[in-house]
């Protein structure tokens, strides 16, 4: 890859992390908003039951899987049949997938009582909370169609080199949400089913968003077209097994509250907002990476250029590394004062922020990994090798199950995050160990070498940021002043520090990075 080449995906990444930072902290503000308004108890466990469902399609589909199953299929049509039969492949895709969400979504909202059952077993001892929960279900699962739809807008949209539009659909839903709670909620009998409505009307609002823009690159879904498009069953061969490959975390979440029903209450939501603070440079960085890098490698794949695949991917896993492992540093180290910032205050208690900080400490220990995972599975998909991350999906799932019911005795709740962070890990080390036997070309020596310089300039990071605390976050104020006078404090040093130990140990990502800093501000 040529330098030009890589400053322009650092910088198409760039924005899409700029978009994806003002969407989390939206989110962020959502989930505050939920947090004063319903605690950490049992009505939020039964929210975050409820949305766990259709939130699992959304992490599926809005964070790239059907994108991913959809690009490589969709840039092969257009470079070897034209725009006129690509155009036509998105339009059938389009009818195709709705008639299938659909079908999934009616089944989903009759058998509701089974899926909580199924998902939540622990509720089914209480009929008050079981039967809120399978009604919220059916209020949220329609938004499965409307996040289904807007993955094939994305797909298009991503494929001509549109990032902006498709970033922002987590913004559009965050606010959906918020309004919810402020306009909807005070009027319900039952205020949690006017959030469940925020929901649902959110998907809705992402779905036009991606339609609009997409008319300007010349698709139009009203036209008439086929049902069945032949390009349609490779599109479907990849789905499949690309949702199982890139689901190991989603998954693993939700098979974290079906453990967690059975623990005592308030479990589950500490355990979500927990993801919910991995899920912040997650999505900044890892996805946003991903998306952005999935085109560049499809092309390449297409070409026959493992050689450049795989030195493009190389690059990517080290920029990723290269922010990841600092970020992740920064949250154990200031996990406490974060959740107490963004969530004590109403029915969030100090008791929670503890909890919740306990389970972050287990969750961000594997955000590296939950991040280079999206890299690596890009890659595999660019080669449209979707049943490889699949079986290693599989296999790290089960391996996940096993930890949480040997750790569980001694972590409670918190061994649910702790097995998925080791999950995440052994599933990176298996995707890399099946690249390096499918491509050949790894520079693994290089990538370590990279991964050896973040980890020491992160590590002395968090010291200095361990010492700036103890001065800049005094226990006795507790003022929101304070609070946040402290933690943006401590959050500054930690920037510069790591900055200066960058420039000492990775010259070449700081130098990329720089340049694509210099092209997002001139464009």
Request: proline share 3%.
């Amino acid at each position: 890859m040529e330098k030009n080449e890589k400053v322009k995906m650092a910088k198409d990444t760039g924005i899409v992390m700029v978009i994806t930072l003002l969407s989390r902290i939206f989110g962020f503000i959502r989930d505050a908003v939920i947090a004063w308004s319903f605690g950490a108890g049992f009505i939020s466990d039964i929210f975050f039951v409820a949305f766990r469902i259709p939130n699992l399609i959304r992490r599926l589909f809005s964070e790239g899987v059907l994108s991913l199953a959809f690009i490589p299929v969709f840039i092969e049509y257009l470079s070897t049949k034209g725009k006129k039969e690509a155009f036509q492949l998105a339009r059938s895709a389009f009818l195709s997938f709705f008639l299938i969400l659909a079908t999934v979504t009616m089944a989903g909202i009759f058998f509701a009582d089974v899926l909580v059952t199924v998902f939540a077993p622990g509720f089914v001892s209480s009929p008050e909370k079981f039967a809120l929960t399978v009604s919220l279900t059916r209020i949220m699962l329609p938004f499965i169609i409307f996040i289904g739809l807007s993955a094939i807008c994305m797909g298009i949209l991503n494929t001509f080199g549109h990032f902006t539009t498709p970033s922002l659909s987590p913004f559009i839903i965050n606010i959906s949400m918020i309004g919810a709670i402020l306009i909807i909620s005070p009027q319900m009998a039952e205020p949690i089913k006017g959030l469940a409505i925020g929901v649902l009307l959110g998907g809705i609002l992402q779905l036009f968003l991606q339609g609009a823009f997409l008319a300007k690159t010349g698709i139009f879904f009203r036209e008439k077209t086929v049902l069945f498009h032949q390009g349609l069953k490779r599109i479907g061969i990849l789905t499949l097994p690309a949702a199982l490959g890139a689901s190991v975390f989603p998954i693993n979440a939700l098979l974290d509250s079906l453990i967690a029903s059975f623990l005592v209450e308030g479990s589950i939501s500490h355990l979500y907002y927990a993801d919910r603070l991995v899920q912040f440079p997650l999505g900044i960085f890892g996805i946003a990476a991903a998306t952005v890098l999935l085109p560049g490698l499809t092309k390449e794949a297409s070409s026959k250029n493992y050689q450049a695949l795989a030195k493009t991917m190389s690059m990517s896993l080290k920029m990723v590394l290269f922010i990841t492992v600092p970020a992740m540093a920064g949250m154990i180290v200031l996990r406490e004062p974060i959740i107490s910032l963004l969530f004590e205050r109403g029915a969030f208690e100090t008791q929670n922020v503890r909890l919740t900080a306990e389970a972050l400490l287990y969750y961000g220990i594997g955000l590296w990994a939950f991040a280079s995972v999206r890299i690596v599975v890009s890659t595999f998909y660019a080669l449209q090798d979707t049943y490889t991350p699949a079986r290693i999906a599989l296999v790290c799932i089960v391996l996940k199950i096993i930890m949480a019911v040997v750790f569980i005795r001694f972590l409670d709740f918190k061994a649910l995050a702790l097995s998925t962070s080791l999950a995440s890990v052994l599933n990176l080390v298996f995707l890399m160990h099946a690249l390096q036997l499918k491509l050949g070309h790894i520079d693994l020596k290089d990538t370590g070498s990279s991964l050896i310089r973040t980890i020491t300039g992160a590590v002395l990071m968090g010291l200095g940021v361990v010492l700036c605390s103890r001065v800049m976050l005094p226990a006795a104020d507790n003022s929101l002043l304070a609070k946040s006078t402290g933690l943006f404090g401590c959050i500054f040093v930690g920037i510069i520090l790591y900055g200066i130990f960058s420039f000492l140990f990775n010259g070449r990502e700081v130098r990329i990075l720089l340049e694509a800093i210099k092209r997002i501000r001139g464009a």
